[in-house]
């Protein structure tokens, strides 16, 4: 199972970027989804997590600016930011969990099984 993460880029403050990360070798289909991102020195944070209903839950400082939705078909992911800040510079990755376990009973990164490669995301001030 792989999971390749796209969409990245430099953006200026205030604007918006659509990332997608496309599972290849298997299925998306009764798996949590999410989405994480790192900046140097910091801890890999949580931004939100699609259950295989495309029922999506943030973390309460992500809640807002950003969407989680998914295409079980396309087996793709996407995450929708809006009203980017040079704060939300960073690497984002895309996961997946174990199979059947929805997205309620993960606990943080640590629960998540496959990882992507990630994206570079920079805004620019």
């Known amino acids: 199972v792989r999971l390749v993460e796209s969409g990245g880029g430099t953006v200026q403050s205030g604007g918006s970027l659509r990332l997608s990360c496309e599972l290849s070798?298997?299925?998306?289909?009764?798996?949590?989804m999410g989405w994480f991102r790192q900046s140097p020195g910091k801890e890999r944070e949580e931004i939100g997590t699609?259950?295989?209903?495309?029922?999506?839950t943030y973390a309460d400082s992500m809640r807002g600016r950003f969407t989680v939705s998914r295409d079980n078909a396309k087996n793709t992911l996407f995450l929708q930011m809006n009203s980017l800040t040079p704060e939300d510079t960073a690497m984002y990755y895309c996961?997946?969990?174990?199979?059947?376990?929805?997205?309620?009973?993960?606990?943080?990164?640590?629960?998540?099984?496959?990882w992507g490669q990630g994206t570079q995301v920079t805004v620019s001030s």
């Open positions: 996961a997946r969990g174990p199979m059947g376990r929805w997205c309620s009973y993960m606990s943080g990164a640590a629960s998540f099984v496959t």
């Open positions: 070798g298997g299925s998306s289909v009764d798996y949590c």
């Open positions: 699609s259950d295989p209903d495309d029922s999506p």
